[in-house]
């Protein structure tokens, strides 16, 4: 019985353990370093990579070649991959803001067919998140890399009912059921 080279079961072993990622590039700039003979250019990309189900990653990769740099930022992407929770699979549970540097996020929930209202990077972000509604404003810098960091930022704060009700010690229903509590006892006062 003939057994399958060492590399071709390592291939086929990664391919089951990684789901069918989403890759969206954002930007490439031509960057220069200057030397004693002049200037030697190389590229620097941005990826941000997700699997349409709740995960997403973010990378920066610099090489002399496009495609070289778009890989290491791909790499850098799936090594960082981050869990966002998501209401019914297609939008956030709570309103949430986020910075990084001068990049300043609003992003909010949204009702079913909506769609994805952000711009440039932010959408990339939400896009291979698997985000289908939200409404997002960037504010401050339109530097995709803050833009996207502010992003990231925000989302490591976005917390589910469960979560939050697990941290509290309580039961989800009553996490959700204070909600409403509280603001109708705040209109019988003012009232």
């Not at 939008?91 to 990049?103: K, N, Q, R, S, V």
């Not at 992003?151 to 009700?165: E, I, V, Y």
Request: some cysteine; charged content about 30%; proline content about 4%.
């Amino acid at each position: 019985m003939a057994r399958a080279p060492r590399e071709d079961r390592r291939s086929r072993e990664r391919d089951n353990e990684e789901p069918e990622l989403i890759e969206k590039l954002v930007g490439i700039n031509r960057v220069a370093k200057v030397v004693k003979g002049g200037r030697r250019f190389g590229f620097a990309a941005i990826v941000v990579v997700g699997d349409g189900k709740g995960r997403v990653g973010h990378g920066h990769g610099k090489a002399r070649e496009v495609p070289e740099a778009i890989r290491k930022a791909t790499e850098q992407a799936k090594c960082g991959m981050v869990r966002v929770p998501l209401r019914e699979g297609r939008t956030l549970h709570h309103d949430i803001a986020g910075h990084y540097g001068a990049g300043r996020v609003i992003m909010r929930s949204a009702e079913p067919g909506t769609g994805i209202i952000a711009g440039g990077p932010m959408r990339a972000v939400f896009e291979a998140l698997g985000v289908q509604d939200v409404v997002a404003k960037s504010l401050g810098t339109q530097n995709p890399h803050n833009m996207i960091k502010a992003t990231f930022a925000g989302l490591k704060n976005c917390a589910s009912p469960r979560m939050a009700a697990q941290r509290r010690g309580l039961k989800v229903a009553e996490v959700l059921g204070r909600r409403g509590e509280g603001t109708a006892s705040q209109e019988q006062a003012n009232g």
